[in-house]
């Protein structure tokens, strides 16, 4: 069963806007994990945020991490067409295979 | 990061036969682990690949219908069994090089069942 969910499930913006989204997950994690996925292929790593980190960044990518809430943002800065992709973020609970949360359908209008 | 290499990358499978994907690492890895993503959905895990032992299965997976072999630290194959329409969806390997460490993932493979 899924760890957690994610909101929104499909978020539609312009290019050029900031993109956020949400990750809650049910028991305590290891890290958590951001992917992101084109069209059904193969899953490509972005960002992993451990337990005892409260954000990270990579190029436009800021992740924060809220244990206390059990809760996960991924905010994709100053978009482009190329970042229209479904993102999903995995928990680690310590037995090292992930689970994943439902993922979000980002469009990215040029 | 290890590269990863996956296939068949999709295959068109006739009901009841079997089909047997193959994950390559390039270097050698702790752990290793299969996927299985149905349309539309997100990703469950079926089985953590065990070196030179038995697979663990997760809950709902059975290892006569998803027999898994992992011989080496760097070689994994996945089995889909006795294959019905239900089966069709993409199958991922993923490894992980060291504790805490991302988990890398493959290209996948997608299945279709006639």
């Known amino acids: 069963s899924q760890q957690g969910e994610e909101d929104p499930q499909a978020l539609s913006i312009q290019e050029g806007e900031n993109a956020t989204m949400n990750c809650s997950y049910k028991t305590s994690i290891n890290n958590l994990q951001w992917y992101r996925q084109n069209s059904g292929r193969g899953l490509v790593h972005l960002i992993l945020i451990r337990s005892n980190e409260r954000e990270k960044h990579s190029g436009r990518l800021r992740v924060t991490l809220d244990t206390s809430k059990k809760s996960s943002s991924l905010l994709i800065t100053a978009s482009r067409a190329a970042d229209t992709a479904s993102y999903f973020c995995a928990t680690d609970t310590g037995r090292r295979a992930l689970t994943f949360g439902s993922g979000t359908r980002l469009q990215v209008q040029p | 990061s290890a590269v990863i290499s996956q296939k068949p990358s999709r295959d068109i499978c006739q009901r009841g036969t079997s089909l047997t994907i193959q994950c390559q690492v390039d270097?050698?890895?702790?752990?290793m682990f299969w996927y299985r993503q149905q349309p539309g959905q997100s990703l469950t895990l079926i089985a953590t690949?065990?070196?030179?032992?038995?697979?663990?299965?997760e809950s709902g997976f059975v290892i006569d219908k998803f027999p898994i072999s992992r011989p080496n630290l760097t070689f994994s194959t996945l089995t889909v069994s006795n294959m019905s329409p239900e089966d069709s969806s993409i199958y991922l390997c993923?490894?992980?090089?060291?504790?805490?460490?991302?988990?890398?993932f493959g290209d996948g493979t997608r299945l279709s069942i006639l």
């Open positions: 993923s490894v992980e090089e060291a504790p805490g460490q991302p988990q890398h």
């Open positions: 270097s050698q890895v702790t752990m």
């Open positions: 690949a065990n070196q030179g032992s038995e697979a663990t299965y």
